[in-house]
């Protein structure tokens, strides 16, 4: 069945599992199911945020959709056509509509590569325009995400750029294609507060001027209250809460997501700081990949039904959904 219209991202189902090799000895280690049937949708024109831990598979499931990784099963649509497993031709007329801004502006740019040669690079590789096109398509680029005047950063090489510079010459780079789907996987996360307000309000400015959805990653509830429309928590493969993203920080249900709260700093309040422990300080030993995959972390779970019964996404108010018993 085809996502509507009003979806540029629809996924059913998907699983991503890391197959373990043999050691020397010859014993092996268990498989690591990354994504485990995950299912969501991002409507057109929506920033959608992705919020979990380092190791949760937030940044799996990204490489997934721009295709830098295949699934294991499930299926992904792109603006209503199956992208699950596409190849040769398909797959770079697909690269053409969705990109992706990497984590780490230091290795996401080529250090012998000028700038010009860095955002027009797309444009080369699906052969589209001629030399003066591509120098004004980069040069508006460059204009688009701050860096003005940009006939001054052109023909810099990234040893003499500022990490929000570079960062700014990588979004530059995603954008010139025109792309309807971009996934910015942590972009802020090496950059202090201050540059991190300004790359999250160019994206903002993304959205709005080239009518882009995006999908940004995050191990921050802070940042994706600031940006995103919609957040999804995700826990060890597993999507643990979605909604907006007001009433996911303001009216958490999941304890996952109450922890995650609990874990901003929280500096300079004078009132009282509400906090939710949920989280042990301790891991309890049960659970045996059957249950909630938060049960060993949680202070509110039940022996019997949270370490034997796997809960399901069910909905908790107008499109706030929740995987948890209580």
Known sequence: MNPKNDQIVHIEDVCKIYKAKGSFFGTRKKDVVALDRVSLTIPRGEIFGLVGESGS????????????EETSSGKMFLDGEEVTHLKGKELKRFRRKVQMIFQDPYQSLNPQRSVFDTVSEPLKIHKIGLGSDKYEKARQALQAVGLAPPEDFLHRYP????????????????????????IADEPTSMLDASISAQIFNILLKMRTDFDVTLLFITHSLAAARYLCDRIAVIYRGNLMEIGPGEEVIGNPIHPYTKALLDAIPKFGQKETVRRHGTLLVRERKGGNGVGCAFFSRCSVAEEGQCSMVKPVLSERGPGHRAACFF
């Open 57 to 68: 598979g937030k940044t799996t499931l990204g490489r997934l959709l721009i295709g830098l």
């Open 159 to 182: 040893h003499r750029l500022s990490g929000g510079q570079r960062q700014r010459v990588a979004i530059a780079r995603a954008m010139i294609l025109n792309p309807k789907f971009v």
